[in-house]
């Protein structure tokens, strides 16, 4: 069975950092560009961040620009999400997705992507 498992989310305090893990079973994740998408209560889902199969290539919004680093390491079939110096407005459930053309991913095209894993929740809050 083909599974993204997402872990790390949590409740953080303004300024903190947290680390969120994306594990692929079932497929390897070294054909795949990956990115991360996240869904504030109340608004649609926007994308974060995407990384490339072969880890060359980031894309960042721009509203995570210089705080949030996505990494993966294809040997663990794991990407990771370094998200520093959290806000509140970074509280959302965050989710990620894998497919094999990253135009899609890097524009963050949620419609292209292919697999989903459920996400895990993220507060921001003192």
């Known amino acids: 069975q083909l599974q993204l498992v997402e872990s790390g989310g949590g409740l953080m305090q303004p300024g903190g950092s947290l680390r969120l893990s994306c594990v692929a079973s079932g497929f390897n994740l070294d054909f795949y560009a990956i990115g991360w998408f996240r869904q504030a209560p109340g608004k649609e889902r926007e994308g974060v961040s995407c990384i490339s199969s072969s880890g060359g290539s980031t894309n960042y919004a721009d509203s995570v620009k210089g705080r949030f680093t996505i990494s993966r390491n294809n040997a663990k079939n794991t990407v990771y999400l370094q998200m520093n110096s959290l806000k509140p407005e970074d509280t959302a459930v965050y989710y990620c997705?894998?497919?094999?053309?990253?135009?899609?991913?890097?524009?963050?095209?949620?419609?292209?992507?292919?697999?989903w894993g459920k996400g895990t929740a993220v507060t921001v809050s003192s």
């Open positions: 997705a894998a497919c094999r053309n990253y135009y899609y991913c890097s524009g963050f095209k949620d419609y292209g992507m292919d697999y």
